[in-house]
């Protein structure tokens, strides 16, 4: 059994705790190596599997991806996750569809690819104060922007050029993230791994490390855990991995994304999870 971990060319052996993956899935007889999902010279086909691990360059190159995802359906090759959950995954409109089915998500204005939107308006007839919009295909905070509704129109000419290229979505600022942080709970074949809290620089709001967030373990309490689960049991399939993201206000919590893409693990603060990430991986390749 031979196994891709798809990476993007900026790390093309994966970061040092990852490296740790390799040996155990050796362990579990399964020959495991890193490739670059966007490297033309790969036999795709040579691999029984391909997991994603870590293709964190996909948001900038969408189309690229998609051909990929779809060469890989014609080569019959199959991914973990499923070829179905990681196109699903791609565009945040999915928030919609788990808001549709019972979650609670941030409060959401969705827009499609090239709709009209008037952002003064909508901002003015919801009456937010501090809002967020983003593509919705994004991934590291690209093109996520925080401001005053009363600037509404100053982002006017973004939400526009953002509409050209994806879905836009348009949200209430969490100031939350902020003080307790965004908590990321991880699920390994369905089952609760562990938490890690994170939050963002001072004068920033974007919790991820690229821009100066920090983050640390935290034990979630069951009501946390058992919402996050909600969640997971809600998406079209079973996910080998998932990472949930959200906001607690008390003890309710707001879904900010599920990422059954290419999480990354924060194996740095929990180096035991890294067996049960395996094991997970592994059952789905080996079924
Ligand atoms: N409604 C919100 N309230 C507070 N912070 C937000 C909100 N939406 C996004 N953010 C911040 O922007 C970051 C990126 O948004 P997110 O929806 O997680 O997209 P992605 O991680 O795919 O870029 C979040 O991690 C968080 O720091
Ligand atoms: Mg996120």
């Known amino acids: 059994m031979r196994i891709a971990l798809a990476t993007c060319s900026r790390l093309p052996d994966l970061y040092a705790e990852e490296q740790e993956l390799l040996p155990l899935f050796a362990k579990r007889g399964i020959q495991a190596r890193a490739v670059i999902w966007n490297d033309p010279t790969v036999d795709w086909a040579s691999y029984d599997r391909v997991v994603i691990r870590s293709t964190w360059d996909y948001f900038h190159l969408v189309a690229e991806f998609r051909a990929w995802l779809a060469r890989l359906r014609q080569l019959r090759v199959r991914t973990v ?35 009209k939107l008037d952002l003064a308006a909508l901002i003015a007839a919801r009456g937010w104060g501090r809002v967020i919009v983003k593509p919705a295909v994004s991934g590291g905070a690209f093109e996520t922007y925080l401001f005053d509704g009363a ?19 348009v949200q209430p600022f969490f100031p939350e993230i902020e003080v307790e942080g965004e908590c990321s709970l991880f699920f390994f074949g369905g089952e609760y791994a562990f938490a890690v809290m994170k939050v963002p620089a001072p004068k920033d709001f974007r919790v991820q490390f690229e821009h100066g967030g920090t983050f640390r373990r935290f034990v979630a309490d069951d009501g946390l855990i058992a919402q996050a689960l909600a969640v ?40 035991e999870m890294a067996e049960r990430y395996v094991d997970a991986i592994s059952q789905a390749v080996l079924h």
Request: no cysteine.
């Open 81 to 115: 996750n499923s070829l179905r959950l990681l196109e699903w995954n791609m565009d945040k409109l999915y928030l919609k569809t788990l808001e549709q089915g019972g979650a609670r998500i941030i409060p959401t204005v969705f827009f499609e690819q090239g709709a």
């Open 151 to 169: 600037r509404a129109a100053d982002y006017q000419g973004k939400v526009e050029a953002i509409l050209r290229g994806s879905g836009l979505l």
């Open 232 to 271: 997971v049991a809600r998406l079209p399939q079973k996910p080998a991995y998932a990472r949930v993201d959200g906001v607690r206000r008390g003890s309710d919590f707001f879904l900010m994304e599920v990422e059954l893409i290419e999480p990354y693990l924060h194996l740095a603060v929990a180096p």
